[in-house]
């Protein structure tokens, strides 16, 4: 059965770094992917690293900021998050696709993590 699990969120101080992992088995997936949630908003997409060919994407939020890698696990994922404001509190959340390249939305990806808070204090 496939599953997907996040840790490391947490509180920190605005312009501070948080890193994220996230550990995905069960499946042989193509990419995985980083999403948030702040309250009352929408689930948006921030990071995402297609598996076999180790691309990337990233939204416009993210770029220059947050970095997405694999190390050398099968389907473990850090999402490293420097220079941290307060527009990134949100719940973040790691989700596992079969869909071919790094999908960016929410619809392309099959399994979900509970997920993990994420407070940027000002």
């Known amino acids: 059965q496939a599953q997907v699990e996040e840790s490391g969120g947490g509180l920190v101080l605005a312009g501070g770094s948080l890193r994220l992992s996230c550990a995905a088995s069960g499946r042989s997936f193509s990419a995985v992917g980083w999403f948030r949630q702040a309250l009352g908003k929408e689930r948006e997409f921030v990071a995402g690293l297609n598996w076999r060919g180790r691309s990337t994407a990233y939204a416009d939020s993210a770029k220059g900021r947050f970095t997405i890698a694999r190390d050398g696990a099968r389907y473990m994922v850090h999402l490293e998050m420097n220079v941290l404001e307060p527009e990134d509190t949100a719940v973040y959340y790691c989700?596992?696709?079969?869909?071919?390249?790094?999908?960016?939305?929410?619809?392309?990806?099959?399994?979900w993590g509970q997920g993990t808070q994420v407070t940027v204090s000002s």
């Open positions: 989700a596992a696709s079969l869909s071919l390249g790094v999908p960016t939305t929410t619809d392309n990806y099959q399994y």
